[in-house]
């Protein structure tokens, strides 16, 4: 399984981004994809995921509301939706895939969200 998250960069305060994470491989049915995050001087943290045939979707609590996870309908790219941005949500952000009941065992390079205010 390959992963390639892009869509970071520099937005103001308030504004909007949307990341993407292309996949590729051998992914089945019962795979995750998710997105995490991780800011200077902190630790990794989750952000969102995905099954990949169902659609479901999970969040951390902090960020319901604000950040919304889809995939396309080829189900080849999953895009984490990020809006009314705020500095705390600087960061690289990371892809992850997992196959039906096992961490999260493949990773994408990150990108680099910068929130300037």
């Known amino acids: 399984v390959q992963l390639q998250a892009s869509g970071g960069g520099l937005v103001q305060a308030g504004g909007s981004l949307r990341l993407s994470c292309a996949a590729s491989g051998r992914i089945d049915s019962g795979y995750a994809i998710g997105w995490f995050r991780q800011a200077p001087g902190k630790e990794r943290e989750f952000v969102a995921s995905i099954n990949w045939r169902r659609g479901s979707t999970h969040y951390a609590d902090a960020l319901k509301g604000r950040f919304t996870i889809s995939r396309d309908n080829a189900k080849t790219t999953i895009y984490l939706q990020m809006d009314s941005l705020k500095s705390e949500d600087a960061g690289d952000y990371y892809c992850?895939?997992?196959?039906?009941?096992?961490?999260?065992?493949?990773w994408g390079q990150g990108t680099l969200v910068t929130v300037s205010s």
């Open positions: 992850a895939a997992a196959s039906a009941g096992r961490e999260w065992e493949y």
